[in-house]
């Protein structure tokens, strides 16, 4: 059973920091490209950041750009989400996902991804 696990959430001040992970089991994803997002109620769910199956190429949302940092362990089958200088409106379930398709680019859409995680809630306090 394919699954991939977020942790690393939690509440913090803003301008504070926080580091997700999302763990994958089941299979490997070290040829897929992988993604964070983030869904408030009552809104659609929002690409945060990507990141290419090598980890030579990543992508960021407007509001990620220079604050927050994609990177992979292929070895770990993991990647995570560095999130620095963090604002009250990052309050957000983050979701990591992967792409189906091997040796893809990086992708941004929802449609585009696959597998999903259960999703971590971030809680940034003003």
């Known amino acids: 059973q394919v699954q991939l696990v977020e942790s690393g959430g939690g509440l913090v001040q803003a301008g504070g920091s926080l580091r997700l992970s999302c763990a994958a089991s089941?299979?490997?994803?070290?040829?897929?490209?992988m993604g964070w997002f983030r869904q408030v109620p009552g809104k659609e769910r929002e690409f945060v950041a990507g990141?290419?199956?090598?980890?030579?190429?990543?992508s960021y949302a407007e509001s990620a750009k220079g604050r927050f940092t994609i990177s992979r362990d292929n070895a770990k089958n993991t990647v995570y989400l560095q999130m620095n200088s963090l604002k009250p409106e990052d309050t957000s379930v983050y979701y990591c996902?992967?792409?189906?398709?091997?040796?893809?680019?990086?992708?941004?859409?929802?449609?585009?991804?696959?597998?999903w995680g259960q999703g971590t809630q971030v809680t940034v306090s003003s």
């Open positions: 990141i290419s199956w090598t980890g030579g190429s990543t």
């Open positions: 996902a992967a792409n189906g398709k091997w040796f893809g680019g990086i992708a941004h859409l929802r449609d585009e991804f696959d597998y």
């Open positions: 089941g299979r490997t994803f070290s040829r897929n490209a």
